[in-house]
């Protein structure tokens, strides 16, 4: 399976507590080649999880693949910051919004589905995402 990851999903697959852990372990036991991410996720997933090292290791270890540039994509990732300046997105959104663009075949691994619902890549496109199943 091909994919870019979210901070929500990295910390859910790794959190045995996280409400999404099941979901993101099942996910996480179907990949055939490393995510993509972006390095604003991993700082944000280090954060979270409390540990650098650990994160840095799911890269070491080829779970995960830091595929994106920032200083490449700045007018991009300006562009929709301001397009999207009503929802106050974090800039590891915005790269994610931005790596859907480069990499079109790849979902966005998350369990933020209400912006990712929001989010356009390409101004109009719905980008393709893979979240939990809503609770009934």
Sequence with gaps: MKGIADTGFIVAAVRRDDRYHEWAVGIAKSL????????????EAAFHLE?????????????????????EN?????ELARRYADRKPDLADLCLVRM?????????????????RIYRRNKREAIPIICPPRAN
Excluded at 32 to 43: A, G, Y
Excluded at 74 to 78: D, E, G, T, V
Excluded at 100 to 116: C, K, N, Q, W
């Design 32 to 43: 055939t080649q490393p995510l993509l991410t972006c390095e604003s996720v991993l700082s």
């Design 51 to 71: 540990s650098s090292s650990y994160v840095l290791s799911l890269v070491e270890d080829e779970l995960l693949q830091v595929a994106f540039d920032s200083s």
């Design 74 to 78: 700045i007018p991009q990732l300006r």
């Design 100 to 116: 859907s663009e480069l990499y079109p075949h790849h979902p966005v691994i998350t369990v933020d589905e209400a912006d990712f």
